[in-house]
């Protein structure tokens, strides 16, 4: 079963991010440190990045929600890599980044709610909703995968290709279009998760 699970693994544009950006993240992560913030401080100020945003969306200042939305992203990155700086990562903090960004999402998608119910755009909402129910989707596939041993990473879609599809819509106020793009692609990539786990979960048994 773990060579089937090693074999189903893949790199995930997330992980060439990583890569790529760790020159960056790093010293920030390592200065935040000697400023004697802890990671989960800088998750928290993330969720409250998040919340203002979705604020200003809901009050109709879409770009400006766009913009700082744009500003706090990199936050993401910053509190993983500052505890693995400090030697102290954890399961727990591990924990509390995954659950804080589900709710930093999905207030976002609040305040995009919001936006539309008072522009009585009901397509809009619908859109919101899809767009949600798939990124919650995304992550649940994935974490379910995992508890059961399966490789969960697989698909097109996750949340930092959601960000970089939505973060554009939102400062050119284009977001029924961002959120039209996410709907169907986020669901696809939940399916295509559920399809790897099943692939996987075959091939298991026929070891």
Not at 84 to 92: A, Q
Request: aromatic share 10%; with cysteine.
């Amino acid at each position: 079963m773990e060579q089937a699970i090693k074999d189903a693994k893949v790199k995930t544009f997330t992980d060439f991010l990583r890569v790529v950006f760790k020159n960056v993240i790093d010293p920030i992560a390592a200065f935040l440190n000697r400023l004697g913030l802890k990671p989960n401080t800088v998750t928290l100020s993330g969720l409250i990045g998040h919340t203002a945003a979705a604020y200003l969306i809901a009050q109709g200042e879409v770009t400006w929600g766009g913009l700082l939305i744009l500003v706090m992203a990199p936050v993401d990155a910053l509190d993983g890599a500052m505890a693995r700086l400090r030697g102290e990562p954890s399961k727990f903090g591990a924990f509390i980044d995954s659950v804080t960004d589900r709710y930093s999402e999905l207030v976002l998608f609040g305040g995009l709610l919001v936006y539309f119910l008072n522009q009585n755009n009901w397509l809009g909402c619908g859109l919101v909703y899809l767009a949600a129910a798939g990124s919650v989707m995304v992550s649940y596939t994935r974490a379910r995968a995992e508890t059961l041993g399966f490789d969960g990473k697989i698909g097109l879609l996750s949340r930092v290709e959601r960000y970089i599809i939505l973060i554009p819509s939102l400062i050119f106020n284009l977001s029924i279009y961002g959120l039209g793009i996410i709907a169907v692609l986020a669901n696809f990539t939940a399916v295509q998760r559920i399809w790897s786990v099943r692939k996987q979960a075959h091939e298991t048994m026929n070891l």
